[in-house]
C-alpha cells in the first residue's frame, strides 16, 4: 500500500492476556520504528529496525515488550501479560533510510489497545 | 531536560484567522531536523513541515509556516486562514543525526488547536 497499515487499530485485552501489533511499512522502507502515546500525550520512542536488526530498543518499558521484523518488511510488537497501564496507542513509522536529520517518517494510523 | 518543550496545551483561534504555536527545542548538535505532526481524533500523525538546522529560509507549506529562529532555539509553526479542519493536536519534533536510534523523533507534549466558526 501507499501509507504504513497497522492492524488492528483497536484492541481490547483482558489483564494478563498477550497481544500482538502488526505494521507493515511503506515498501522499501529500511528504517522502521514502534512509539507508544499515552493519551493526551507525546508519542514516546520504543524501538528501532534497520531492515531486520533491531538497533535500538532502550525505549521498551519492560521485557513483557517484543518486537521483531524477521525479513526487513513487517514488523509485530509483542505485549504479553498486559496490564492496564500499557492501555495506549501504538504507533509504527517508517523511514525512507537512517542518517540523514530531513529524512521524512511517515507514522500508521496506530492500533489503540485497552486493556481492562 | 525535556528536548521538545511546547507551552500551549490548549489554544483557540477563530475560523480565518492566523495563529501560531510555540515550539522550543534543546540539542548540541549541529545537524538536526524539525518537523511538525497534525494528529486528528482519528489518531493518524499527519506530516505538515520540516526545517533543516542549516536551511537559512523558513519553510512554508500551503498554509503552513515554520518561524525558525536558531539563536533562540524555537520552531514555532504559523497556520494562516484557520479552517474548522485544522482542528487537532499538533506536535513538533526533532531528530538529531548523532542520535543512534536510526534519527528518531523526539516529541513535544502537543498543542491542541480548536477552530471556532
Known amino acids: 500500500g501507499a501509507g504504513v497499515s497497522q492492524s488492528p487499530r483497536y484492541k481490547v485485552a483482558k489483564r494478563g492476556q498477550d497481544v500482538a501489533l502488526r505494521c507493515d511499512p511503506i515498501s522499501g522502507h529500511v528504517s522502521l520504528f514502534w512509539y507508544q502515546q499515552a493519551l493526551g500525550q507525546g508519542p514516546e520512542f520504543l524501538t528501532y529496525?534497520?531492515?531486520?536488526?533491531?538497533?535500538?530498543k532502550s525505549g521498551l518499558p519492560s521485557d513483557r515488550f517484543f518486537a521483531e521484523r524477521p525479513e526487513g518488511s513487517v514488523s509485530t510488537l509483542k505485549i504479553q501479560r498486559t496490564q492496564q497501564e500499557d492501555s495506549a496507542v501504538y504507533l509504527c513509522?517508517?523511514?525512507?533510510?537512517?542518517?540523514?536529520?530531513?529524512?521524512?517518517?511517515?507514522f500508521g494510523e496506530g492500533s489503540w489497545l485497552t486493556v481492562v | 531536560a525535556q528536548k521538545i518543550t511546547q507551552t500551549q496545551p490548549g489554544m483557540f483561534v477563530q475560523e480565518k484567522e492566523a495563529v501560531t504555536l510555540d515550539c522550543t527545542y534543546d540539542?548540541?548538535?549541529?545537524?538536526?531536523?524539525l518537523f511538525w505532526y497534525k494528529q486528528p481524533s482519528s489518531g493518524e500523525m499527519i506530516f505538515l513541515i520540516y526545517?533543516?538546522?542549516?536551511?537559512?529560509q523558513n519553510a512554508t507549506e500551503g498554509r503552513y509556516s515554520l518561524n525558525f529562529q536558531k539563536a533562540r532555539k524555537s520552531a514555532n509553526l504559523v497556520i494562516s486562514a484557520s479552517q474548522l479542519g485544522d482542528s487537532a493536536m499538533y506536535f513538533c519534533a526533532m531528530r538529531e543525526a548523532s542520535n543512534n536510534a536510526g534519527n528518531m523523533l523526539t516529541f513535544g507534549g502537543g498543542t491542541r488547536l480548536m477552530v471556532k466558526p
Open positions: 529496525f534497520q531492515n531486520e536488526a533491531q538497533l535500538d
Open positions: 540539542t548540541s548538535d549541529q545537524s538536526y531536523g
Open positions: 526545517q533543516g538546522s542549516y536551511d537559512e
Open positions: 513509522a517508517s523511514s525512507l533510510v537512517q542518517g540523514i536529520a530531513g529524512n521524512t517518517i511517515y
